[in-house]
């Protein structure tokens, strides 16, 4: 057997001999359940974990209290990965086959949907088994691995790219949990970018001339509308003009939420502060840059109608993806080599529970065919372009693309259970994804298969420098030089960026009633009161 043989069956068995402990791991992961910008567990957990395994690490890197950056090893290659392991408000559940959110907390307190759980578990599990593997047989070579919190929102990784720390990578090895078992081929996902706009009152009580009301200081006077208003006249004139924006293609979306802003108990007075978050993702720069244009006059105006200021608080903004086919090849060769993932029958019979439980006959696999099965990367670029117009080369959204501008990176995708449709069209709830993802029986088999890949992807990267330098030289075909060539985009946040971690984002809090969601635990249902 060959050294690099030997490297990679290295890999392979220390991931062998360590899965239950990672699946533990994960677990763990999984019931903390905290979401973007507040995974303080979370984090703690990885950074103690790979310290215990040697690796140095730097925690709370850019500026960003729940990221990392661990880094094991020496010299060249400089071999990248990453976890996430933020999780999504709304979606509270406990790994049981009914609908049931976690006990003591809001029912719309926050679950891992995809889950990232499991995306940051086998990206830590690649990372080990290809140390161990470096490590065992005196191969040369830096691993790094992130730790990338808030990519719900895309936050940590164009902060970290913006303040230098994929400059030096050679490469970047990535996955996403999926319903196929695949590796990304042209099509590559698009830009994401988010702003909070703030309405602030500063002086209500220029609003009137005070003078023209008999009484001086008269609760009748005319109140100054103030930042509720103007946060209700933004949310309006922007579902106003969202058809002017940009016209019905390409696959573009935008989605906005309320921050609350703590002055329920003011009585008459006028609302001084308010706060809503805007989320929007296209396939270009350019739609990007279009959408926001409108969004921030709306913000103005909203402003000028309601004796407001309007101010603008960047949360992030995102490139759009690169591939590498190099990379696609070198990782789907892997994958193959790996095999798709295989669910027992506790999987199954779980599977077949959430079917009772929501009036379904049971059927004998309750999961869809292409999670147990190989999914070329043609087939898979096919599938995705047969819906899109031509121009089009980027859709959706995910922040791993900031990776894709200072190195090689491929991006694999393996299963995760998803439930067979009794009919085309039939749509399964939220919940019973949530729970098959805290099910160690129906996620580890994914998982284990993207760890390997992604380990002997690391290894081949680490022992054969020929597919190296191919994966390079084609970076720099697409980059027109490399990074600061002809065709290349530098990060869109200012280096000096601050992460938006001081923002009002949702937590899990303690108080003198205990530990609840930010949304006070109601004493029944949802708190939400009598249906009008």
Not at 61 to 74: C, D, Q
Not at 136 to 147: C, D, N, S, V
Not at 449 to 471: E, F, H, K, S
Request: charged letters at 20%.
């Amino acid at each position: 057997m060959s050294e690099h043989s030997d490297a990679r069956a290295t890999a392979l068995d220390w991931i062998a001999a360590n899965e239950a402990r990672l699946s533990r791991f994960n677990a763990r992961i999984w019931s903390h359940a905290e979401p973007a910008w507040r995974e303080y567990r979370s984090a703690r957990d990885y950074v103690e974990l790979l310290r215990a395994e040697g690796f140095e690490v730097e925690a709370g890197s850019g500026g960003m209290p729940t990221a990392f950056v661990a880094r094991w090893g020496s010299g060249r290659p400089v071999l990248a990965g990453f976890s996430e392991y933020d999780a999504v408000p709304g979606n509270s559940q406990q790994v049981v086959p009914h609908h049931a959110p976690r006990e003591g907390l809001h029912p719309y307190a926050a679950g891992h949907t995809d889950p990232h759980s499991v995306l940051g578990t086998a990206s830590l599990a690649a990372m080990l088994g290809a140390r161990a593997a470096m490590q065992t047989h005196g191969i040369a070579g830096t691993l790094k691995l992130f730790g990338e919190p808030a990519e719900k929102v895309c936050g940590s990784k164009p902060i970290h790219a913006a303040k230098g720390y994929y400059d030096d990578l050679d490469a970047a090895v990535v996955w996403h949990p999926w319903g196929s078992n695949t590796v990304t081929g042209e099509t590559h996902f698009g830009a994401y970018w988010s702003a909070v706009i703030t309405f602030e009152a500063p002086a209500p009580e220029t609003w009137i001339d005070p003078s023209l009301m008999p009484i001086e200081g008269a609760h009748a006077a005319a109140r100054c509308p103030g930042a509720l208003d103007a946060l209700c006249l933004m949310y309006t004139t922007t579902k106003y003009t969202k058809e002017a924006m940009f016209p019905h293609a390409g696959s573009w979306t935008l989605n906005e939420f309320v921050l609350g802003d703590g002055g329920a108990t003011s009585d008459n007075l006028t609302p001084r502060f308010s706060q809503i978050q805007y989320a929007w993702r296209s396939s270009s720069l350019g739609i990007q840059e279009q959408i926001w244009r409108v969004l921030a006059n709306n913000a103005r105006a909203a402003a000028t109608s309601t004796g407001c200021r309007a101010f603008v608080r960047w949360v992030t903004k995102t490139r759009v993806g690169l591939p590498n086919t190099v990379l696609t090849e070198l990782a789907w060769k892997n994958l193959q080599a790996v095999g798709a993932p295989r669910y027992d029958e506790e999987a199954l019979d779980f599977g077949r529970a959430i079917q009772r439980s929501l009036g379904l006959e049971p059927m004998a696999d309750p999961f869809i065919a292409d999670i147990t099965r190989l999914t070329p990367p043609a087939e898979n670029e096919a599938r995705l372009r047969a819906a899109l117009p031509s121009w089009q080369k980027h859709l959706s959204a995910d922040d791993y693309v900031e990776f894709c501008w200072h190195a090689p990176t491929v991006r694999l995708l393996a299963a995760r259970p998803r439930l067979r449709p009794p009919s085309p069209g039939y749509a399964y709830p939220n919940w019973a994804y949530t729970a098959l993802g805290g099910l160690p029986v129906a996620v580890d088999p994914g998982m284990f298969v993207a760890a390997r890949t992604m380990a002997l992807t690391l290894v081949d990267l680490a022992t054969q420098p020929d597919a190296l330098a191919a994966a390079q030289a084609e970076f720099r075909e697409r980059t027109g030089g490399g990074v600061g060539g002809s065709h290349w985009v530098g990060p869109l946040l200012p280096a000096e960026f601050v992460p938006p971690v001081d923002l009002r984002w949702p937590e899990y809090v303690r108080t003198e009633r205990g530990e609840e969601w930010c949304i006070p635990t109601p004493f029944e249902g949802t708190g939400a009161g009598a249906p009008l």
